[in-house]
């Protein structure tokens, strides 16, 4: 089995007036390198890439390529509605120093299995560099099924992984089944904290999870237990996070929350997203106290 990493869709740390907070996100990103996680994924759905200016997405590309460059690895999100945006962008974050990009096909209006492999196939061809596929159906309003996947694989060597955000761990499991006999590399990520152990039983290359922003010791630990097959371990860090996914349901969306409590735990950033996203409310941060007393005292 390869070594099993832990990557964090990381938030992004904003100015009250929506300008990116610099010395937040640096802040950020040491406290998730210290913590020991694998990788960032940057603009991803907790880092609010859906509201962000062009201009905001460059800027923080720039940023944290030159922290986090050679140190630990990272992936940048990179879809936009337009494919040639997409193109554009992901072709710039690469440039810039990312290790590979991340890209959801375009939401709004649901797409036929044809559609999707052509989206995919297109910026394939004209990406300089590493692609991982976003499955999201709950945002996207269909599935990127594991044929069109393996259809994929088969044409464009450049598609190397794939993050899988749906609870259905059945739905990881048959992509992993569907094309790890003929692909054995290609990394399927679980898009939930909670379903890493059993996607990585499945030949799954470990998860993209959203509770590492606020303890990435905990999900690096639990990956270490993973990678060294202490059982004993595995379920004492699964406890903890499947307690900590209750964080997912204090609020919606979850982004404000994680933001917040992140400012408990001492992380010098503002409690501000993207409009019309509201901070976490004085009921919301009783209930985040509360969570994190109960998963500490574990």
């Known amino acids: ?59 923080l590309i720039d940023l944290y390529a030159k922290h986090v460059r050679g140190r630990i690895e990272l992936i940048v999100g990179t879809a936009c509605m337009r494919t040639d945006e997409t193109i554009y962008l992901s072709n710039y974050a690469l440039k810039s120093g990312a290790d590979a990009v ?29 692609i991982y596929l976003y499955n999201f159906p709950a945002r996207t309003g269909y599935d990127l099924t594991p044929q069109t996947t393996l259809n994929l694989l088969r044409k464009h060597k450049n598609i190397i992984g794939y993050k899988d955000t749906v609870f259905e761990v059945g739905h990881t499991r048959k992509l992993c089944q569907t094309v790890l006999k003929e692909f054995p590399h290609f990394k399927i990520l679980a898009g939930f904290d909670e379903n890493l152990y059993h996607v990585v039983t499945n030949g799954g290359a470990g998860a993209i999870g959203g509770i590492s922003n606020l303890y990435p010791g905990i999900c690096a630990n639990y990956t270490k237990a993973i990678n060294e097959k202490d059982q004993e371990t595995i379920y004492y860090w699964q406890r903890k996070i499947d307690k900590l996914m209750d964080i997912y349901t204090i609020g919606t969306p979850f982004f404000p929350i994680i933001k917040k409590a992140m400012i408990l735990r001492g992380i010098p950033i503002k409690d501000f997203s993207t409009a019309p996203y509201l901070p976490a409310t004085e009921q919301q941060i009783e209930k985040i106290k509360t969570l994190m007393t109960e998963v500490e005292e574990m």
């Open 1 to 59: 089995m390869n070594k099993v990493k832990f990557y964090t869709p990381v938030i992004t740390a904003f100015n009250e007036d929506e300008t990116i907070d610099i010395e937040g996100n640096i802040a950020v990103i040491e406290h998730l390198i210290a913590g020991g996680v694998d990788g960032i994924v940057l603009l991803g759905s907790t880092g609010e890439f859906f509201s962000m200016t062009r201009k905001q997405k460059e800027e």
């Open 102 to 130: 991340m890209v959801i096909s375009p939401y709004y209006f649901a797409l036929s299995d044809a559609s999707i492999e052509a989206f995919f196939s297109e910026i394939a061809l004209k990406i300089n560099g590493d």
